[in-house]
């Protein structure tokens, strides 16, 4: 079987700027991966490009291969839309929209035009159940989800994406504005999350980096200067350059 992702010599241009520089990156099903490394590294651009939202920005020109489940997602004619249903991302703030709490959760079931009521509400509670979120919010679905605090925002928006029951989730620093122990209650999540799915987050906090991935890329400069398990990472490093990273000697 074909690993989950593979990326194989990918280069990104921003105009003249070379952001990503022949990155190769293997992703095995059911992991969690974590990129780390200093600001301006390339990490976001990375993480964009596994489900194209750089092709949104102008000047950007991308070569070599993002391969999910074997098939290139940039010359293989798949379809944007499908490409982001399956590929879903959470964002560094919270990107709930100014609807209740249910509609949130709808969203991408309204999109795909499921008419079933009771799947639709079904299918509401099971996301909000995995995002944590259902005890707390059961007897306010009617609410703006712009009323409710970051940390309960944030939770939102992944159950969003659940509930279109995506295999990869893309997190950016999806705990950058959250409290430690609401960073904890997304790290849980997390663990729970990855039973089902596949999830890349990209982190400036190198001890969530340990304790919740599997696998870890340090970046530098549009480089990915060493791509292993997580444990490797962090007790033998290949490369000085991580090493240096890691021990708080650079970055
Ligand atoms: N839209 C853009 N246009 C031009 N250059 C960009 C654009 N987005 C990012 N860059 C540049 O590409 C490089 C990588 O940026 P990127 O945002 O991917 O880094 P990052 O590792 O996510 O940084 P941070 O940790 O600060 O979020 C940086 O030098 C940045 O200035
Ligand atoms: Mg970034």
Redo the contacts with the bound molecule.
């Keep these: 079987m074909a690993d989950k992702i593979e990326i194989r010599n990918l280069n990104l241009f921003?105009?003249k700027?070379h952001?990503l520089k022949s990155v190769n990156m293997v992703v095995r099903d059911k992991n969690i991966i974590a990129l780390i490394?200093?600001?301006?590294?390339?990490?976001?651009?990375?993480l964009r490009s596994i489900n194209r939202m750089n092709d949104l920005?102008d000047?950007v020109r991308i070569n070599g291969e993002v391969l999910l489940d074997g098939r290139d997602i940039y010359n293989s004619g798949l379809d944007i839309y499908k490409l982001r249903k399956r590929v879903g991302m959470v964002f560094q703030r919270p990107n709930s929209f100014a609807k209740s709490i249910f509609e949130n959760v709808a969203f991408g079931l309204r999109v795909a035009r499921l008419a079933n009521k009771k799947k639709i509400s079904e299918i509401v509670e099971t996301s909000l159940r995995t995002a944590g979120l259902w005890d707390d919010l059961k007897d306010k679905l009617g609410t703006s989800a712009l009323e409710l605090p970051l940390y309960h925002q944030q939770r939102l928006c992944i159950a969003r994406l659940l509930a279109v029951e995506p295999e990869v989730i893309l997190m950016?620093?999806p705990c950058s504005t959250l409290d430690p122990i609401a960073t904890m209650k997304i790290e849980e999540m997390m663990i729970e999350l990855k039973k089902k799915f596949n999830i890349i987050i990209?982190t400036?906090n190198m001890q969530q980096a340990a304790r919740v991935s599997d696998q870890c890329g340090y970046?530098l400069l549009?480089d990915m200067v060493e791509f292993n398990k997580t444990s490797e990472i962090f007790t033998n490093p290949r490369d000085k350059r991580t090493q240096d990273y890691i021990t708080g000697r650079f970055g």
């Design positions: 921003y105009d700027f952001a490394g200093p600001s301006g590294c390339g990490k976001s651009t990375l920005i000047g950016d620093e990209v400036h970046m549009g």
